[in-house]
């Protein structure tokens, strides 16, 4: 069975600093594709970055960063330079190439404080 | 671009009612639509994947009788509860995926209906 695992189930960093939200999947597929939505307090889930299972190139997007290691299947996500409107829930999921439905983690509530 | 809306974004009904939510693509085409539930503080569990022009897939666990989904065109879905009980309270969302986009497995969001029976 494909699952995808966050194991911090709350993490808090201070505004401006870094910090990074881990993420770990399993499965036996080749071709998949990771991503890491962000749900704030509003509960609309928002998209912060995609990553697609054949590329080596770690996914980018302005404050936004992955480490993906394919052999280990983790996933991780960077926030560099923190701000206020980072303080969310961030959910990692994982769909496979073939297949409609999108797996997600349990997700790690983010706090930024000033 | 890819903005998914949700009518209503809240309802409060009494027991026994129906309850019809709506779920739009707004600025893209959708073949492929899904219906989630999110209880307080837990992640996002499929309910079912609605497709234009054929029947819903229920995902196991739930009821196809009771959460009827139509999928009449490319840009909405609906899903409707119906006979609605308070165990049925809870955050409903959907999403869609832009087939036209390089991305196409790519699922984005609507803002939630956040339904409350009485």
């Known amino acids: 069975a494909q699952t995808v695992t966050q194991s911090q189930p709350e993490m808090s960093v201070q505004e401006a600093e870094t910090v990074t939200l881990s993420c770990t999947y399993d499965t036996s597929e080749n071709n998949y594709y990771l991503f890491w939505y962000k749900q704030p307090p509003s509960r609309q889930m928002i998209l912060v970055i995609r990553q697609e299972a054949y590329k080596q190139q770690n996914a980018t997007e302005n404050r936004f960063s992955v480490n993906f290691q394919k052999a280990a299947k983790s996933f991780s996500l960077k926030i560099s330079d923190s701000q206020l409107g980072d303080t969310a829930m961030y959910f990692c999921?994982?769909?496979?190439?073939?297949?409609?439905?999108?797996?997600f983690g349990t997700g790690t509530r983010l706090q930024v404080f000033p | 671009g890819a903005v998914v809306s949700q009518h209503p974004s809240w309802v409060i009904c009494k027991s026994g009612t129906s309850v019809k939510i709506e779920c739009r693509s707004l600025d893209f085409q959708a073949t492929t639509m899904f219906w989630y539930r999110q209880f307080p503080k837990q992640s996002l569990m499929l309910m079912a994947t609605s497709n234009e022009g054929s029947k819903a897939t229920y995902e196991q666990g739930v009821e196809k009788d009771k959460f009827l989904i139509n999928h009449a065109s490319l840009t909405l879905s609906t899903l409707t509860v119906t006979s609605a009980h308070p165990e049925d309270s809870s955050f409903y969302i959907c999403?869609?995926?832009?087939?036209?986009?390089?991305?196409?497995?790519?699922?984005?969001f609507g803002p939630g209906t956040r339904l409350t029976v009485l």
């Open positions: 999921a994982f769909i496979h190439q073939n297949t409609d439905k999108l797996i």
């Open positions: 999403s869609a995926r832009d087939v036209s986009s390089p991305g196409t497995d790519t699922q984005y």
